[in-house]
Every structure is written in structure tokens, then in C-alpha cells.
């Protein structure tokens, strides 16, 4: 039952982006509520208008990042971005966590599903990672005519060093320190 209420992606209202924001606000805070992850930022550009398809495309694809990170990065911040770039759909994802060697995976099931949803929205992922660099999932869509997918592609060098985000939700007891 949980696995079928997991796989149901929210109802989104065509249009109604702040529904999208919200709803990847609550599923990080449910998810990083008893993880190592204490600040997840989570910014939908406003201008963004989105089909409902393609909005569930853009939830699954943050969501698969955002599990990947709560399961093998032990980060302590993690960032959704989810914006307009000349006319494409970005989504993005970083964490500060410990990275990873991308041909060490051998395509697990979160970049798996990452891609088939790349896929589906006619886009490119591209994964940003190194061990102990932390991690950038980068999935640009609208940019291929139908047609056979594209590989994921590891970047080279670190996931680059970016601040992301409008909403901050502080999980848990927020470190005085930090």
C-alpha cells in the first residue's frame, strides 16, 4: 500500500506552480525529517508555467534526486531548483554530501528513474559528482525532438558550488553552529 501511495504523484493543478513547490517542500520534509540532511531549499521560479505532464515529470525527477540524497549522501544541506532556462525546463538538485564515483553505480534505480523521466520530458540528465564533493543532478528537458533517449552523463570534475533556493525548511534541531 505505501508503495502504491509513493508511486502517485500529487494532484497538480495546471498553472498552479506554488502547488508543485509545496509539494516537494513537504515530501523533503517528511524525508529528511529523521535523516542527516538538516536545511532543504526548495525553489520553483514563480514565472514558470507548466502542464500538469509536465509537472509530474518535474516532481518525479526531484523526488528520485531528493531520495538518492536522504539514502547515500549523508548531506547536511540539500537544494531543489526547478526554473525556466531559454526556453527549457531545468530541474536541479545538489547536496554537500560525500558524492560518489558515477560508474560505480552502474545505473541504480534512482538514476535509473531520474532518466526515464528525463526521457519522457525530451531531456538530458547529467550528474555533477565526485567522491567527497557532494552531488548535482541536472536535468534539462525540451531539448530533443522525439526520438531514442540519451545516456546519463557524468560532468567532469566536482558538482559545481552553487546556493539554491527561496523556502528553507530547517528539519529537525537546526545545529547552533551552523
Known sequence: ?????????????????????????????????????????VHV????????????????????ALLNAARHAQAHTVAVSVAEQRGKVLVEVLDDGVGFELKAVDGGSGLAAMQLFTNLGRGELTIHTSPGRGTLVHSLLGVRPDGPPGPVTQAPGPAPDRSLGRLRLIVGSPDPQD
Do not use: K
Open 45 to 64: 521560479d514563480p514565472a514558470l508555467e507548466l502542464d500538469r505532464s509536465t509537472m509530474t515529470i518535474v516532481y518525479r525527477i526531484a523526488q528520485e
Open 1 to 41: 500500500r505505501r508503495l502504491m501511495v509513493a508511486m502517485r504523484a500529487p494532484a497538480f493543478t495546471s498553472g498552479d506552480d506554488s502547488a508543485l513547490a509545496a509539494a516537494l517542500a513537504a515530501y523533503a520534509s517528511e524525508l529528511y525529517q529523521e535523516r542527516s540532511a538538516r536545511t532543504v531549499n
